[in-house]
């Protein structure tokens, strides 16, 4: 939460060098499609050694392939199941964001969207109120899975991750950050049956959340949108009102991506 929501300050560069060249060489792969050792040294500017060094490092990840018996280079399943993902998130902001408008001016709080990324949380859309002071939200900026109404994604998150996020450490963050793996784990059942979270501090002393899912035409959960506010702004009889507009955003993002919700019970 910020009064002014500067944006951050740019911090020093961390750049790997190898890393750097493999993925100019990744990308001369894809915008060059059959080209073999030489070419693609050439074009990189790495000597022919480096190149196959690096071009083995991307076909044993699976990003490039070689169509053997022949000697040039293709992207490989790695980059082509990266390259969906991408176009999938691409796809959901551009459905979301005007659901994220429609709502935002409702509740005059900060509305956002965000989809899991490895064992965080990642913000994809947003609409933040003018308010001087308001939940500030930046798209790409990160959070941790275990606390605040991210953990809605965590609930819904392969087992595989589930037990890496706790298995730990449990960063605490305020006195009411989830830190117990036991307690997290009946939580998060609870979370699964509610499809909803409420967080009330915890992972910044002053700031209220909630939470809903958002499911894919085939059911699953693809992202949470959320509302963010002062936790002083958030008495106990708004807290109703903020979670059914939040309800009704996720429904119009979950329709819009192909979702038609459960079928009715039948009657006995």
């Known amino acids: 939460m910020t009064k002014t929501a500067p944006a951050d300050e740019d911090g020093p560069s961390y750049l790997v060098a190898a890393a750097d060249r493999a993925l100019h ?3 001369l792969v894809g915008d060059n499609p059959g080209l073999g050792l030489s070419e693609l040294g050439r ?3 790495n000597s022919k050694a480096r190149t196959f060094r ?3 490092t991307l076909e044993a990840a699976g990003f490039v392939r070689q169509r053997l018996p022949e000697t040039d280079y293709w992207l490989g399943p790695a980059a082509l199941r990266l390259s969906l993902q991408a176009a999938a998130q691409l796809d959901i902001v551009r459905l979301a964001q005007p659901v994220l408008d429609a709502i935002g001016p409702h509740c005059d709080e900060t509305v956002q969207l ?3 990324q490895g064992l965080e949380s990642l913000c994809i859309a947003k609409w933040e109120t003018g308010r001087i002071v308001r ?3 930046e798209v790409g900026r990160r959070s941790p899975l275990h606390a605040g109404a991210s953990k809605l994604l965590l609930a ?3 087992p595989a991750v589930q037990q890496a996020v706790l298995k730990g450490p449990l960063e605490r963050f305020t006195e009411t950050t989830p830190t117990d793996a036991a307690s997290l784990v009946t939580l998060l059942e609870r979370l699964r049956q509610e499809d909803h979270c409420i967080s009330r501090g915890e992972v910044a002393p002053e700031a209220f959340s909630v939470g809903v899912t958002v499911r894919d035409a085939t059911g699953q959960v693809v992202a949470a949108l959320l ?3 002062p936790l002083v702004r958030v008495p106990p009889e708004r807290e109703a009102s903020l979670l059914a507009l939040a309800r009704e955003g996720a ?3 979950s329709q819009a991506l192909g979702h038609v919700g459960a079928p009715p019970l039948a009657k006995e």
């Open 25 to 27: 060489l990744l990308s």
């Open 43 to 45: 074009l990189s500017g």
């Open 54 to 56: 690096l071009l083995q």
């Open 114 to 116: 965000r989809v899991r």
């Open 135 to 137: 939940y500030h939200a």
């Open 156 to 158: 819904h998150a392969p």
């Open 227 to 229: 509302i963010a506010a």
């Open 251 to 253: 429904a119009q993002l």
